[in-house]
C-alpha cells in the first residue's frame, strides 16, 4: 500500500504525485527508450502519477528488468517509483463496446509517494 500522505500528514495534491518534466524527459531517455521494451505514444499527468501511454514491445519481464536496473541510476529518479499495470483509466463506453482491452502502461509514483509502514497485526486485519 502507498501513503499520500505529506510530512505534515497532509494528504498530497495531485501535482505532488506526478514527475517533473525533466523527470519525465529521464524515464524516458534513461530507462524506456534504451530497453526497446516500451515505446511511449503519450504522457499523461493525472491524479494517479504520471502515465506513459505506448507500446509493449518485448515480454512484460523484459520491461520490467529495464525499469528495475536502468531507473535505480538515474540521479533525476532517486525515489520516483516505476510499475507496470494495465491502464488505470477507465475505458468509454464506445470502446468496451468495440471491445478494446485495457493495454499495459507505465504508472511512475514521485519521491514524495510512500510505502505504508504495516505491522504483522495489521496484515493479519487487512487479509
Known amino acids: 500500500a502507498l501513503r499520500r500522505m505529506g510530512g505534515d500528514g497532509a494528504p498530497l495534491r495531485a501535482d505532488q504525485l506526478q514527475l517533473s518534466d525533466s523527470q519525465v524527459a529521464a524515464v524516458r531517455r534513461c ?19 504520471t502515465i506513459f501511454r505506448g507500446n509493449l514491445r518485448a515480454a512484460p519481464s ?7 536496473e536502468r531507473a535505480p541510476h538515474e540521479a533525476d529518479l532517486e525515489g520516483v517509483r516505476l510499475l507496470v ?15 478494446e ?27
Not at 36 to 41: C, P, S
Not at 62 to 68: F, G, I, S, T
Not at 114 to 124: F, H
Request: proline share 10%; glycine share 8%.
Open 62 to 68: 523484459a520491461l520490467l528488468e529495464a525499469l528495475d
Open 101 to 127: 482491452e485495457a493495454v499495459p502502461v507505465v504508472l511512475a509514483l514521485s519521491p514524495a509517494v510512500r510505502p505504508l509502514r504495516v505491522s504483522g497485526g495489521e496484515l493479519g486485519l487487512a487479509a
Open 31 to 49: 530507462v524506456l527508450e534504451p530497453s526497446g521494451a516500451f515505446y511511449v505514444l503519450s504522457v499523461q499527468q493525472s491524479p494517479l502519477g
Open 85 to 99: 499495470l494495465s491502464d488505470p483509466v477507465p475505458r468509454t463506453a464506445a470502446q468496451l463496446q468495440a471491445g
